[in-house]
């Protein structure tokens, strides 16, 4: 489940299913954080497109295609309809084996994954994915203390990957994406 969290009068994605605190980027405190389902009321300023006027592909070049790997489907599909709002192709994925099926069916030009999901985690999906799909661009993104220890065994044996901190802004995201 994800949840959103005011901060600077605007909202962030925190992907995470049980309340915690968080660094309040406005203040400097932590603030605690609870859980709760989106409404599609919610949502609407999240979707709402990042550009005011013109073409995204016309910007940006073509739509690059994103998979998004979540174990979290809310999370997932969130994330799915934000990039899809602001000029992007994506698709989800719940799990690390659905991630490599999809991967070999879509081709994607970045792959967007959560690190900590049962079975196959993201860190061996990216591996397996990397493997047929080598010119894919690998993000990861995690909240979790437990990441370190994985990305340092993916990266002993010879994988590299791009990681992003749980919460991230939106607007954040995206610019990530198109660098």
């Not at 909202?11 to 605190?21: H, N, R």
């Not at 995204?56 to 997932?76: C, F, K, Q, T, Y």
Request: glycine share 6%; proline share 8%.
């Amino acid at each position: 489940m994800g949840v959103l969290s005011p901060a600077c009068g605007t909202y962030w994605i925190v992907l995470s299913s049980t309340p915690s605190l968080y660094k309040d980027p406005c203040q400097d405190q932590m603030t605690p954080m609870n859980p709760f389902l989106l409404s599609g009321d919610l949502l609407k300023p999240l979707l709402r497109p990042l550009a005011a006027a013109g073409n995204e592909s016309e910007r940006h070049g073509p739509s690059p295609r994103i998979l998004v790997v979540d174990d979290e489907v809310l999370i997932a599909d969130t994330i799915v309809q934000i990039l899809n709002r602001n000029g992007f192709i994506a698709e989800a994925a719940y799990s690390g084996e659905q991630a490599i099926e999809t991967a070999r069916r879509i081709n994607p030009d970045l792959l967007l994954s959560d690190v900590l999901m049962p079975h196959i985690d993201g860190v061996e999906a990216a591996i397996a994915i990397r493997g047929f799909c080598p010119d894919t661009r690998i993000v990861l993104f995690s909240g979790q203390a437990a990441t370190v220890e994985i990305l340092q065994r993916a990266k002993d044996r010879g994988h590299h990957f791009e990681l992003l901190p749980k919460p991230i802004h939106p607007t954040q995201l995206i610019k990530h994406l198109r660098e």
